[in-house]
C-alpha cells in the first residue's frame, strides 16, 4: 500500500538542510513499513529495533557517536557511505539516551539519512534532560485516509475524478459506496490489507481484536500508578460509548474516579495518540483558541475501530446514508479523522465551536481555518433550514461563509440567518472530507448570484 507520506519522505532525503526524523503515531498505524518501503530509494539500508537487546546496546553501552556508528556498520558489514544509506532506528522510545543523542549525529553526521520511530515517544520524552530541539524534525502518520484506502484498493479512476475540483457530479454515488466502505472498515493498515486481499469483511475481526488487546497491554508502560492503569483500561473499555459526546471526567463511564484522575488517564492516551481530546472554541474570528475549562469529545484513533468496539458494522452495510447512523455520530468522527491526517510535519488539532448560555446554547461539529478566517462546518443530514447552531454561529461572524457536509451533491446555497444576514453555504458530500481545504479555496473564489 502506498502511503502519501512517501512524497514527503522523498522531499526530505532531497533536503540539503535535511535534520534526523521522528516519526511519530500511534503503534499499528505502518510506520515500520512506510519507512521500510521507503529504504528502496537507498543503497544501503541499517535496521535497527531497541526493544531488541543486541540492538539498544549501541546506544547505552557507547557514548559518542562516532564509536556507535563505526559499531553499527562493522556489524553489518557495510562501507560508511553517508548519502546512500538509510538509518532506521525503530522503538526509539526505548532509549531516552538514544533520542538525545540524535543532535550528534546532526551536527556530526549532517550527511547520513537517519529516521526515528516510536509509539509511545511522548512518555520517553519526558525522561529526557536536553531533548535535541531544533536538531530533529517530526513527522506524524495516522491510518489510512479515504485517499490512501482508494489507491489501496486499485480504485485509480476514482482518485482521478476525488482529485478533480470541482468532482464531475457523475461520480457522486460511486464515490459514495467507496466512502462507506471505508467508513465501516476504517483504516489500519493491516485491517485494509486485509480487506483488500479478499475483497471481504471475513477474517477482520481477528485484526481488530488483536490491535485491542496490543493497545491494552501496552496499559503498564504509560500508567504511572496501578490507580492509573485501572482508569486507563477502564476508559479503553468504554470510552466508545461516548463517541461524539462531550464528556465529563468526574464519574466518567459511570465509574467512582475523579475528575483528576480521569484527566490525567486521559491525557496519557492522548499522548499514545489512542484518544484524542478535542476542546471546543468560542471564537468567530482570530486568533483561534481552544477552551480548556470546557468539555472536550473524544476522537478515536479509527473509525474503524470505534465500529468494531460498539459491535456495529454488521448494521452499517447496505446503508445509502451514513449521517444518522449510531445516532449521528459515526461522520462526525470520520471526518475529524480525515481532517487530522492532514497533519505531516506539524501537528494540530481540529477545533468545535460551542456557545453556552441559559435556553440557548448552540454547538457547530467543526472550525476549519482559511487565511483570516473561521470557516464553521456542520455535519448533518436533511433541510439545510434546521441548521440552528449554524445560522448562530454565521450571526456573530465577520464573514459570509459556511459549509455542510452530508451525503447529497456537491452545490451552493444562499441563505439567511434568523435575524436576516445573508451568507453562503457550501454544500459538500462528506466523502470530500479529506480534500475540505481546497474546497473551501474554490467556494471563496466562486461568483455566487
Known sequence: MQRKALKELLKWKENPNRKPLILRGARQVGKTTLIKQFSSNYKQYIYLNLEKPEDVVYFEDLDNVKDILGAIFLKFELNYDASN???????????PKAIALLRYFYEEYPELHIISAGSLLEFSLSQIKSFPVGRVSFMYLFPLNFEEFLNAKGKTNALDVLNQIPLPSS?????????????????????????????????????????????????????????????????????HNFLDTRVTFQNFGNSNYKSREVGEAFRSLDDAKILQL?????????????????????????IGLVNFSLNIQHELIGMKDLSNAFKGALIPQVITQEIMSLNVFSFHKPHFWVREKKQSSAEVDLIIPYKSKLIPVEIKSGPVGKLRSLHQFMEQCPHQYAVRMYAGKLEINKLKTPLGKEFYLLNLPYYLGIK??????WFMNQKIE
Not at 181 to 203: L, T
Not at 230 to 237: E, G, L
Not at 285 to 296: A, G, M, T
Request: charged share 25%; proline share 4%.
Open 85 to 95: 544509506t538509510l538509518l532506521f532506528i525503530d522503538e526509539i522510545q526505548e532509549s
Open 171 to 239: 461520480a457522486h454515488s460511486t464515490l459514495l459506496d467507496y466512502f462507506h466502505d471505508y467508513a465501516i472498515i476504517g483504516g489500519m493498515p493491516e485491517v485494509v490489507q486485509q480487506y483488500v486481499s479478499n475483497d471481504s469483511m471475513i477474517g477482520l475481526f481477528e485484526i481488530y481484536e488483536s490491535i485491542w488487546s496490543t493497545y491494552k497491554s501496552d496499559v503498564k508502560k504509560y500508567a504511572k500508578s496501578a490507580t492509573d492503569e485501572r482508569i486507563i483500561s477502564h476508559i479503553i473499555s468504554s470510552a
Open 278 to 302: 478535542i476542546y471546543p472554541t468560542t471564537d468567530v474570528d482570530f486568533p483561534l483558541k481552544s477552551d480548556l475549562r470546557k468539555k472536550p469529545r473524544i476522537q478515536f484513533l479509527d
Open 436 to 441: 475540505i481545504n481546497e474546497y473551501i479555496e
